[in-house]
């Protein structure tokens, strides 16, 4: 459910860490007005390579010292509502950034456990790309960190909003490199990626590529069906976890999608309980949730709220004109391989520059493990090849 990638030799590290190996972050850049920074911690070359190894990963450089801060800053959704938010901000120390680039997070439950903590997901992705000279921002997402309300999960318009309004404030900072953003993300966030790619290119905006790992694309026609027969223990978790936070931010009642008692117990298990409790608390049948008058719409393939938003937030059928790589593991129950399968097809056939990437027979969280070193390898020669391009000339 959630990126594990570092967590454990983070845990590991943990003697070390009290006995003051922390070193505090140098000065923030000048931010623009409205957005905030307050340092968090800085990692320390050293530390950042144990870290890797610990976590098995392999043929990743660390290059920089990171230093980490979180930033907050103000998001105007589509719709005109108005929030202020925060997320991770990781840049290399004592040199300055080559290029931006935002990760997304996957699946958080709880507001604390967010980029901006920082934890074991931001600690991972400043490592991989702030430790080789990038300039990374992770954001937290609506609901999480200092945002207020419930998380609008796989809501296109509160997300998207929320990614690009960050890339926009760290755009705004001192020194920060003016060139072609780079998207990645797992599970919730390589779907986020995907919406922030499309918001992105509509504006007439050019990104250097986007690498999405595990995430879903075709929500309502390929991960809905597989999660209502409760193929992974999590799928409960995933359809009530949409349930309670698109109920709330489009202001429908939560009983006119789930039974009585599973509207109750759903209120109560988002409202702070730790994902172990949440799991505990759902049924292995997902189906058991709903009530009847849903469950025959579903079956009969009739529209509901709730089946139209997954319908709005799929993202299979853009053209995107940067480059794409759908990464996926070949074993993954929780998003099964064939959202990225299908996605790449689809697009491919309208012409896009997208391949579909099986990182091996892994599952959801191993799968971005997996994908990190892929990703790194696939930035660079993304960078080589913008170098080698020619430049137009000047009229």
Not at 141 to 164: K, L, Q
Request: proline share 9%; glycine share 10%; with cysteine.
């Amino acid at each position: 459910m959630r990126m594990v990638w570092i967590v454990v030799a983070i845990l590991g590290l943990a003697g070390l860490l009290v006995a003051g190996y922390l070193r505090p972050p140098r000065t923030p850049p000048v931010a623009p007005e409205g957005v905030t920074l307050t340092p968090l911690r800085s990692i320390s070359t050293l530390e950042a390579r144990i870290l890797l190894r610990l976590s098995g990963v392999k043929g990743l450089p660390v290059r920089y010292a990171v230093d980490c801060y979180r930033m907050e800053y103000t998001v105007t959704a589509l719709d005109g509502r108005r929030a202020r938010q925060s997320g991770l901000l990781a840049l290399p120390r004592d040199v300055s950034a080559t290029r931006l680039v935002s990760f997304q997070h996957g699946t958080a439950t709880t507001r604390s456990a967010v980029p901006s903590k920082p934890d074991g997901t931001g600690l991972a992705a400043a490592i991989l790309f702030a430790g080789n000279g990038y300039a990374l921002v992770a954001p937290d997402y609506p609901g999480m960190g200092v945002s207020p309300g419930r998380h609008p999960y796989y809501v296109a318009e509160a997300i998207g909003s929320s990614v690009v309004a960050m890339i926009d404030a760290a755009r705004g900072l001192e020194d920060m490199p003016d060139r072609p953003v780079f998207l990645s993300g797992f599970s919730e966030g390589g779907w986020a990626s995907m919406v922030a790619l499309k918001r992105l290119e509509t504006r007439g905006e050019r990104v250097l590529g986007a690498a999405p790992v595990a995430g879903p694309y075709d929500i309502r026609n390929i991960s809905l069906p597989a999660a209502m027969k409760g193929g992974a223990p999590s799928h409960s978790l995933y359809l009530a976890y949409a349930a309670w936070g698109q109920a709330g931010y489009y202001g429908h009642r939560l009983d006119s999608l789930l039974t009585p008692q599973y509207a109750t117990t759903v209120e109560r298990l988002f409202d702070g309980a730790e994902p172990k409790a949440i799991l505990a608390g759902l049924p292995a049948n997902p189906r058991v949730m709903f009530n009847p008058a849903f469950l025959d719409r579903y079956d009969r393939g009739e529209d509901h709220w709730y089946l139209d938003v997954f319908a709005a937030a799929g993202v299979a059928d853009m053209t995107p004109v940067s480059p794409l790589r759908l990464y996926y593991g070949s074993e993954d129950k929780d998003v099964v391989p064939e959202e990225a399968l299908a996605a790449a097809r689809s697009m491919r056939a309208r012409g896009a520059n997208v391949t579909a990437i099986d990182v091996g027979p892994v599952g959801h969280e191993p799968s971005m493990l997996a994908a990190a070193p892929l990703i790194f390898a696939w930035l660079q020669d993304l960078e080589a090849a913008e170098k080698a391009a020619p430049r137009p000339r000047p009229d």
